[in-house]
């Protein structure tokens, strides 16, 4: 097989490949083997008329023909192979000569992965932060637990007052018109959570269990309905419930009630050592973050545009499956939004575009570093699934196939190893925010369930309960 190959406009290359008359003679024979058996031939049974009868009978193009399309797919496979090309799409191929005795000659034009020039990528200046918790962030932390372990007392002869959680029927109206989201039953609210309308909780606070209120309030400007931002709504409430928490005090006790910890010093000491593994898994993503955007905004790239409508229709799909979980459709997503699906394109394209070329640049720079996926990698990598999956390693093997994708994935954790490896620390600048210097009240409230024990980590917030 011989091949050549012409850089063409538009990410294109054109392929003109020569199969040799050998290796078409043999796909000829293979079709050949099966039409005899299918074609009713005068004076032969099936499957025993010589070949050049059968030629005779339906001719030699039909059957050079079906050759080629036999032998094409294979001589593409092995010329792009050959040539260290990347299609991104399917091949347009055209015939140019398929002749008995004589070569087959044919074209395929596709697109392909666009080159791209990397600027620099050694050296690149990150800040590292120190990692630091402080007594208030311990603080934080366990207030969060506090009200995480709350238990619920129902009040039944008292006003519902801020931090209460209340059970409600409500339903609103705009202009006298309901709307989807607008009307609810049962529905477990917290006040001064801020869950819903502002100004809709506060107008609660007093209330007793079975009364009725009429709450008025606006929608803001920049809510995310646009048939009802700006707008005024009237909900008729009704308490149906409600249920006061009642905090466990911060001592021993408590220590041992949340954790395997046996003091309330011993469970300070735990949740500083959480707190500060988890502040240094954040200050480390953000540093292989910093690298990543770095080598990319120095590297230049044509995105091809088959990539990134690909990418597009990628996240599309993932948001459909993401919303069929919730019980909601793509379209009923979207006229919430008062959007059209174009309009969400629109939206989706500039991450799509940033994602295809942080994919190109990383690896042109595995390919620039020799960078791969060793079979160690590949094995150390199915292991953890396979423990994670509770499988045999052979099974998840089987499983992932061809190891294509985890081959990519691992060559491009490998790049962004590599990139953070060769990068220069520098001082991080004064005057940063909070997320680069310390764990804060947020942080607290997201990792509240990690200080509990695996024995306390299914319990239901209390809210819940």
Do not use: W
């Not at 932060?129 to 637990?145: A, C, F, G, H, R």
């Not at 129902?154 to 409600?168: F, L, Q, R, S």
């Not at 149906?240 to 469970?267: H, M, N, W, Y």
């Not at 000491?269 to 593994?277: A, H, K, M, S």
């Amino acid at each position: 097989m011989k091949a050549t190959v012409e850089k063409l406009a538009n990410h294109q290359v054109l392929l003109e490949i020569e199969v040799d008359p050998p290796q078409m003679e043999k796909a000829v024979d293979q079709v050949y083997r099966r039409l005899v058996k299918e074609v009713s031939i005068p004076g032969f049974r099936k499957g025993k008329a010589p070949r050049f009868i059968l030629e005779r009978f339906v001719g030699k193009g039909p059957l050079y023909n079906e050759a080629a399309e036999i032998v094409i797919p294979t001589a593409y496979e092995e010329a792009v192979s050959e040539n260290k090309l990347e299609p991104i799409a399917q091949p347009e191929v055209e015939i140019v000569k398929v002749e008995a005795g004589e070569p087959l000659v044919f074209k395929a034009k596709v697109e392909v992965k666009p080159e791209v020039e990397l600027g620099t990528y050694t050296g690149l200046e990150v800040e590292r932060p120190e990692v630091q918790v402080t007594e208030e962030d311990i603080d934080n932390y366990l207030k969060n637990m506090q009200q995480h372990y709350a238990e619920l007392k129902v009040i039944e002869d008292e006003p519902a007052a801020a931090g209460d959680i209340v059970a409600i029927d409500f339903k609103g109206t705009v202009d006298g018109q309901s709307y989807p989201g607008m009307e609810g039953s049962d529905y477990s609210l917290e006040l001064g959570g801020g869950t819903f309308v502002p100004g809709f909780e506060e107008q609660l606070v007093g209330a007793r269990v079975n009364e009725e209120r009429t709450v008025s309030v606006t929608f803001p400007t920049d809510y995310h309905q646009a048939d009802l931002a700006g707008k005024e709504a009237v909900f008729q409430v009704t308490v149906q419930g409600i249920k006061r928490k009642e905090l466990k005090p911060l001592d021993d006790e408590f220590a041992k009630d949340v954790s395997e910890c046996e003091t309330l010093a011993e469970l300070r000491q735990d949740i500083r050592r959480r707190l500060e593994e988890r502040r240094g898994q954040e200050i480390e993503a953000a540093v292989r973050q910093t690298a990543i955007e770095k080598a990319v905004a120095a590297a230049a790239v044509d995105l091809p545009e088959v990539m990134v409508e690909r990418r597009v229709e990628s996240q599309l799909g993932e948001l459909s499956r993401e919303l069929r979980a919730q019980k909601m459709t793509l379209e009923e997503f979207l006229n919430s939004y008062d959007r059209t699906i174009d309009d969400l394109k629109e939206d989706i394209r500039p991450g799509a575009e940033k994602e295809v070329k942080t994919d190109l640049v990383l690896e042109a720079i595995a390919r620039a570093e020799n960078i791969a996926a060793t079979e160690a990698e590949i094995e150390a990598e199915i292991d953890k699934m396979a423990k994670v999956l509770r499988q045999e390693p052979a099974a998840v093997r089987k499983n992932l196939g061809d190891l294509s994708i985890l081959k990519y994935d691992i060559m491009i954790k490998k790049a962004i190893d590599f990139l953070v490896e060769h990068s220069v620390t520098v001082p991080p600048r004064t005057g940063g925010d909070t997320a680069t210097t310390g764990a804060t009240a947020a942080e607290a409230a997201e990792t509240t369930a990690m200080t509990a024990t695996d024995a306390k980590e299914d319990e239901a917030a209390p809210a819940e309960g």
